[in-house]
């Protein structure tokens, strides 16, 4: 069965340094992954996928991820934080082995930004 | 182009109580869902349909419902509300492949 581990619960960086949030997965087929921003009080966000084309793939605002099989991780980067970025992070794995677009996400990351 | 719609944004019922949360969809998409969020636990899967007339149970089905007569809606039923379903709920849709799933802006439920 598929499942995804957010390693931090939260991350604190300061604005302009490096953001890393930290995902690993599970799955017995070939996954689709994907990383989710949800803003307070709103809905949830697509910020890039994995399909099993590039193994680094680039999103919105600056952010992407590379996909690792080796090490079963999909880890989310910038390589600057702005205060925009404060958010709670969802990596998420499809069941595209069968075949019914089900999501299993982790169980996000908040990340804050300090001035 | 709307996307994906939830009513109500906010609803407060009591114990034993029945509603429909109702989500509608207008980019033409098969595979529709619902989630449940907590804090701490993310989202997980209620209920999805891959299509009118197709419905399937997720991780956390007890004690909702859910039917699929128009490709557009996808309403959840709360048959008799418990504390325990006191979360956010967000719906989803998306096409069958690339399986990008577009979310709602979700529904806040708390039951007394």
């Known amino acids: 069965a598929q499942s995804v581990t957010q390693l931090d619960s939260h991350v604190s960086v300061s604005e302009g340094t490096p953001v890393l949030l930290r995902c690993n997965y599970s799955?017995?087929?070939?996954?689709?992954l994907f990383w989710y921003v949800q803003h307070p009080n709103k809905g949830l966000q697509l910020l890039l996928k994995?399909?099993?084309?590039?193994?680094l793939v680039k999103g919105i605002n600056g952010f992407e991820a590379e996909f690792k099989k080796s090490e079963t991780s999909f880890h989310l980067t910038k390589p600057s934080a702005h205060m925009s970025d404060a958010a709670e992070y969802f990596c998420?794995?499809?069941?595209?082995?069968?075949?019914?677009?089900?999501?299993?996400f982790g169980t996000g990351t908040l990340l804050a930004v300090q001035p | 182009n709307a996307g994906v719609t939830q009513t109500p944004k906010f609803q407060v019922l009591k114990t034993g109580q029945s509603m429909t949360l109702q989500c509608a969809q207008d980019?033409?998409?098969?595979?529709m869902s619902w989630y449940r969020q907590d804090p701490g636990m993310g989202l997980r899967l209620i209920h999805y349909?891959?299509?009118?007339?197709?419905?399937d149970q997720g991780e956390v089905p007890n004690g909702y419902n859910v039917s699929r007569s128009t490709t557009e809606d996808f309403p959840l039923r709360l048959l008799s509300a418990a504390p325990s379903q006191t979360s956010v709920y967000f719906c989803?849709?998306?096409?069958?492949?690339?399986?990008?799933?577009?979310f709602g802006p979700g529904t806040r439920l708390t039951v007394l």
């Open positions: 989803a849709s998306s096409s069958p492949l690339p399986d990008t799933q577009y």
């Open positions: 799955s017995s087929y070939s996954p689709s």
């Open positions: 994995y399909t099993s084309a590039a193994t």
């Open positions: 998420a794995v499809s069941d595209y082995g069968g075949a019914t677009n089900k999501l299993i």
């Open positions: 980019m033409n998409h098969e595979y």
């Open positions: 349909s891959v299509g009118a007339g197709i419905t």
